[in-house]
């Protein structure tokens, strides 16, 4: 029965791609493919002088959080890694860069308000650290590095893989929430961390300010995918996608695909790090709303929609969604969680390589064509 339905989605892509490559509009689109990509990275560097100020921070938020998709395409599309707790990640990185932000708005001696509410009389040691920028800056890529290489070590290294794994880090993002949640005096609780004033000593309210945080935000999202595709296409990459194809047979030819995976996983969970702290800025807040297991599974619809072999797929469908989403829940709240699981739905059916896949069947038919 499966079967059957397999080849019948099949057959249905391969009739909607006849389709769409009779489309004048789409061999035009072809046609220019490769103007594409730097139109768009242009009309997002001068995006602060065409969009309003909520459309810009908008686009901010999502160019943030297009960091972490490049991240689940590493792992889940070239190592074969389902990761159902990447918002940990998001949310050591954003918890650093919230917990430095909140001290730096105080005076010496002062502490948080709801520490105060707490009854706490002095500043917890794990705060204290995290008045040094510096240390917080580091703090935001090495802390989910190294807890997610200790994580997936004693993981991988028991040859746990596939569904396991998968419900293994939605546990683990379960159990993260939870923590945050539980311990009110330290983490703000279920409402978090928010009310930031000051960044380096300057107004975050300041045009000039958000306008830098946002070129920020795009200048990393560039490096992190032109690192990414190095990594991809280096040797490293052939290992992990033939650990992804057969660990068995990457074992008997005398390789070891644990220090691999690993090191794939904590780059993902540094990407994660970084993208939870230029979040955090834009949003101007930190909850544990937003690193739990709803949220990371969310996460994952983002990468199925774009195409999770892509790295530009997985950025233009984190965009979409997210642009979607604002838009939708503005106008039919009730009806966003049904739209997003019909979506992930269609996709997985319809676009089982997102709409990165979808592109290439289009382009390829077209160079054969002409």
């Not at 004693?154 to 929430?177: D, E, H, K, P």
């Not at 960044?199 to 990393?220: C, D, E, F, K, V």
């Not at 989403?325 to 390589?353: C, H, M, N, Q």
Request: aromatic fraction near 12%; include cysteine.
């Amino acid at each position: 029965m499966f079967k059957v339905i397999d080849d019948n989605a099949r057959a249905r892509i391969a009739r909607f791609s006849e389709i769409m490559n009779q489309n004048p509009h789409i061999q035009t689109l072809v046609k220019y493919a490769p103007y594409i990509l730097p139109a768009i990275i242009l009309l997002a560097a001068i995006a602060p002088f065409l969009l309003s100020d909520y459309d810009l921070n908008l686009l901010g938020r999502f160019l943030s959080l297009s960091i972490l998709a490049l991240g689940l395409v590493l792992i889940w599309g070239h190592g074969g890694i389902l990761s159902l707790g990447q918002g940990v990640f998001f949310g050591l990185g954003g918890y650093a860069i919230a917990m430095h932000l909140k001290l730096a708005d105080l005076a010496s001696g002062e502490l948080p308000d709801f520490m105060v509410w707490s009854g706490i009389e002095t500043l917890p040691l794990l705060w204290q650290p995290f008045q040094n920028p510096i240390f917080t800056l580091l703090a935001i890529v090495l802390i989910p590095g190294v807890f997610a290489a200790l994580f997936s070590w004693l993981v991988f290294n028991r040859r746990v893989s596939g569904t396991y794994f998968a419900l293994i880090s939605q546990a683990l993002a379960l159990a993260f929430a939870t923590l945050l949640v539980s311990r009110q005096d330290w983490t703000g609780g279920f409402n978090g961390l928010t009310n930031f004033s000051t960044l380096l000593g300057q107004p975050l309210s300041a045009a000039s300010m958000n306008y830098a945080i946002y070129w920020a935000t795009l200048t990393i999202l560039c490096l992190c995918f032109l690192g990414l595709k190095w990594l991809l296409s280096s040797q490293f990459g052939v290992m992990l996608r033939a650990s992804r194809d057969g660990e068995n047979r990457v074992r008997f030819l005398g390789y070891n695909p644990t220090p691999i995976k690993v090191f794939a996983f904590s780059v993902a969970a540094m990407l994660a790090g970084m993208s939870g702290a230029l979040f955090t800025l834009h949003a101007g807040n930190i909850s544990p709303a937003a690193v739990g297991v709803i949220p990371s599974i969310e996460m994952i619809i983002w990468v199925a929609l774009g195409g999770r072999f892509s790295l530009i797929g997985a950025i233009a469908g984190t965009i979409l969604i997210n642009f979607s989403r604002d838009r939708i829940s503005s106008a039919f709240p009730e009806l966003w969680l049904y739209f997003i699981g019909a979506l992930f739905v269609l996709s997985v059916t319809f676009l089982p390589k997102g709409l990165a896949g979808l592109y290439e069947k289009l382009t390829t038919k077209e160079r054969d064509a002409s």
